[in-house]
């Protein structure tokens, strides 16, 4: 789209998990800005660009620090979350070396508040090193054959009950799919309340999983039941497990019980006559 070209420069040099060096991004913005000039159809004042350059960095940095705050905060993909503190620290390293002065002195106060370090540090998940003993193991089970097997290593978990969510089964179309098919995860999101449902196992679930990270715990259970553990328990599960490995950089063991019994059967050699098929443990 037509616009003015420092944003998109500035987009690109000041990307948060890029975390360019300040000679990169002055290297490179000088080669865009020679690479620009032979595309316009006027002669480029490079003066105007660079003095106008900062103003379009700090509207890139405030937009991206709003979207991380709306996709990350209310729509809790973990992702955005864990961006968070990524662009606040960009911001500061934007505001100390461009100071406004007397120009703005409100804004940049404003701005100095945000970047604080405990504000930084309040938007800084708990994440798991190398050497963090913990596993979560998630899995999706059908409630017709009973719970699954608690973990023995702590005695539990939870245990999420997706039965009240409508159940995608239903519809002729999605019958023999499962959670992870596009039809199923589409109305499982646009058409149901199971994003409101997981919003809250996030909260529930993140509590203990920072709390164990801290704590040097080994091990915790969360497993998602539904009545045929197919369509709602495997979407919960999977999406828990990319929420915990995007958020908290966590070992995660997933476990589609029913769905990886029916792989686990489809798999197997023919039986040869006579003889008893083997039944996955």
Known sequence: MNGAPQYDVASLLWQARAALPDDWKMNLLADYITALEPLLDKPLNKLSFASQYNGYVLIRLLQVLGAYGFRGLFERKAHFLTSIPLAL?????????????IALPEFEKVLRLCVDDEIVQQFTPVQASETT?????????SFKQ???????????GFVFDCRGILNPGRVESMKCQTGRDKEVILYLEQQTKMPVFLHSVFDVVDISVEDYIKRGFESLYV??????GQHRS??????LARHLRNKFKVKVE?????????NWINTQPPTPEGETSAQPQ
């Open 89 to 101: 620290k960009n911001l500061r390293s934007f505001v100390a070396t461009n100071p406004m002065g």
């Open 133 to 141: 003993p913990l596993v979560v193991k998630v899995c999706s089970f």
């Open 146 to 156: 009973g719970l699954p097997i608690v973990d023995n290593e702590n005695g539990g």
């Open 223 to 228: 497993s998602f039941g539904c009545t045929g």
């Open 234 to 239: 495997v979407y919960a599960a999977d999406a």
């Open 254 to 262: 997933l476990q589609h019980c029913v769905q990886d019994a029916k």
